[in-house]
């Protein structure tokens, strides 16, 4: 599971309220991701870490901020949760060296009522 | 940004046959391109993937194929078995960071 683990695993809120997700990783890796997964279209990038206090943008980062003030962890803020950001929201590290693969976290399945 | 079109969205076949899913991209200068594998409820598991400078590889029961001229490459499982069934996800990418998928394949194997 390239020692990944996520916070909380299932989250209920109501729209209006702020939501943090925590990514947890114990290998040391440089590179981490934060991902949705809705039905219909796949997997979606949402914000990447390249190194503590270093991100930027995916594809679909309207809504969400994050920070990483810590090699391990990777925190995903939704600010204001609206319903459109009911998901199940996956974090990812890339492999070491000059290794491309990406290996996911076991996921947060959040709603937002 | 690169945009990842995936083929067919369900396939049913009988155990012991051979299932091909099959991708398109559209950015020529992607140059990664993983399989992912998800079962109900779980993560998504890498189980193979290529680079643009390798036209085919394989592992066990499983092959990638990538076409670069026409921009599309294809997952090959053969000789397939129940445990097989799952969610399939192709992706494409151009500089390790902006990771495009598929939309996946729901692959039932029927015993």
């Known amino acids: 599971d390239a020692g990944i683990t996520q916070s909380p695993r299932h989250k209920v809120t109501e729209t209006g309220t702020p939501v943090t997700l925590r990514c947890h990783q114990t290998?040391?890796?440089?590179?981490m991701y934060w991902y949705r997964q809705d039905p219909g279209h796949g997997l979606r990038l949402i914000h990447y870490?390249?190194?503590?206090?270093?991100?930027d943008k995916g594809e679909v980062s309207d809504g969400y901020s994050v920070s990483r003030s810590k090699t391990e962890d990777f925190l995903l803020t939704l600010e204001s949760a609206t319903s459109s950001q009911t998901s199940v929201y996956f974090c990812?590290?890339?492999?070491?060296?000059?290794?491309?693969?990406?290996?996911f976290g076991p996921g947060t399945r959040l709603t937002v009522t | 940004g690169e945009n990842v079109e995936q083929h067919p969205s369900t396939l049913s076949v009988q155990e012991g046959d051979s299932a091909v899913i099959k991708c398109t991209y559209s950015?020529?200068?992607?140059?990664?391109f993983p399989w992912y594998k998800q079962e109900l409820g779980k993560r998504p598991q890498l189980i193979i993937d290529?680079?643009?400078?390798?036209g085919e590889k394989k592992d066990q029961r499983i092959a990638v194929t990538l076409n670069k001229t026409a921009k599309h490459f294809s997952l090959h499982i053969t000789e397939t078995q129940p445990e097989d069934s799952a969610v399939y996800f192709c992706?494409?990418?151009?500089?390790?960071?902006?990771?495009?998928f598929g939309a996946g394949t729901r692959l039932t194997v029927k015993p």
């Open positions: 290998e040391n890796h440089r590179y």
């Open positions: 870490s390249y190194g503590v206090k270093d991100t």
């Open positions: 992706a494409a990418s151009n500089n390790n960071n902006d990771m495009r």
């Open positions: 950015d020529s200068a992607s140059n990664y």
């Open positions: 290529i680079r643009s400078n390798v």
């Open positions: 990812a590290i890339k492999g070491v060296g000059a290794s491309y693969e990406q290996y």
